[in-house]
């Protein structure tokens, strides 16, 4: 990994911890943050770092497979699909992660909402040159 590399991926990483949080926060009947093992903090942490490795990896594929080149709209939904689906996946392991949900349906809400704020954070640092 490179320090560009690095640089995105600890952005993603503090983006995930804090949409993580603040879904807990917002909607505690939903999003549970902490367990016996975790505090709502480092399990913020932890399942913002799954999380983003969920998506590094779901970018490494999708550049694999091709499917960069299919445009804008077919990548979001992709995107928002496979971190629903690191979401779900995370979630069924909450005594390693300390992040729980209460419906499936929660974890897609998320996941789209991850790849929306993704998008918006990399457009802000592409107009500030930081990437």
Known sequence: MDSKQLKKFFIYWVVNSVLMYLANYLMPSYYELGNMNFTPMSAGLVAGFALTVVGFVAKTFAKGA???KRGRYPMFLYYGFANSAGIWVIA?????????ISRFYWAILLGFLASLTHWLVRQ????SKLL
């Open 124 to 127: 802000g640092l592409k107009k």
């Open 66 to 68: 091709g499917l960069t």
């Open 92 to 100: 069924r392991v909450a005594d390693l992660t300390g992040f729980g």
